[in-house]
């Protein structure tokens, strides 16, 4: 069945450097655009990061733009998050999430992972 | 960025019921809205996109309408396995972002 799952969640201290991946299973992956959205304990959503099907774009909220860089490799249907520079505000579980429309598709999410835990702190 | 304004923030009430969260955008979106069904511990699913659509496989009982800055999002006769938090989220130009959450408990 169509899946994600996330890892490479962990305590991290502030400054410091962190990887997700996202490996997805069950559809077609090099199809469809990505995001990353996190939600910080007891908080609600925020979308993170995008990236087109091919990889060719890729959009950030501002409060990681210049620290945070998607990514995707089509061979390994994966997606990762590079987290740079963290800060205990960076505090979240974090989803990968399936946009639901195949190649043009940047607008929803249909398809979330379990989620992978990030702590920031000292 | 667009702000969304979602409220209530909570609810209660009882099984059958008919529940209405509201979400408003600070600028026009036209129909750009989807609706979220989040329960404890889990992750977020998607029940309506583009405002007024349902989702495949999400019960009749759910529904949405609006456009512009004003949307709505009903649970026609509310059941208990539809206790959760719910969120409104907008696209405008690859600007994401999510209402606050309204979250909807058993009375």
């Known amino acids: 069945q169509v899946q994600l799952v996330e890892s490479g969640g962990g305590v991290v201290q502030p400054g410091g450097s962190l990887r997700l991946s996202c490996a997805a299973s069950g559809f077609t992956f090099s199809s469809y655009g990505m995001h990353w959205v996190r939600q910080a304990p007891g908080k609600g959503l925020e979308w993170v990061a995008f990236?087109?099907?091919?990889?060719?774009?890729?959009y950030y909220a501002d409060s990681v733009k210049g620290r945070f860089t998607i990514s995707r490799d089509n061979s390994k249907n994966t997606l990762y998050l590079q987290m740079n520079s963290l800060r205990a505000e960076d505090t979240a579980v974090y989803y990968c999430?399936?946009?639901?429309?195949?190649?043009?598709?940047?607008?929803?999410?249909?398809?979330w992972g379990q989620g992978t835990m990030v702590t920031v702190s000292s | 960025d667009i702000q969304m304004t979602q409220s209530p923030s909570s609810l209660s009430a009882s099984v059958g019921d008919r529940v209405t969260i509201t979400c408003q955008a600070s600028q026009d979106i036209s129909n750009y809205l989807n609706w979220y069904q989040q329960k404890p511990g889990k992750a977020p699913k998607l029940l309506i996109y583009d405002a007024s659509n349902l989702e495949t496989g999400v019960p009749s009982r759910f529904s949405g309408s609006g456009s512009g800055t004003d949307f709505t999002f009903t649970i026609s006769s509310l059941q208990p396995e539809d206790i959760a938090t719910y969120y409104c989220q907008q696209y405008d130009n690859l600007r994401l972002t999510f209402g606050g959450g309204t979250k909807v408990e058993i009375k």
């Open positions: 999430a399936k946009d639901p429309t195949v190649t043009t598709g940047d607008d929803a999410f249909d398809i």
């Open positions: 990236i087109r099907y091919d990889g060719s774009n890729k």
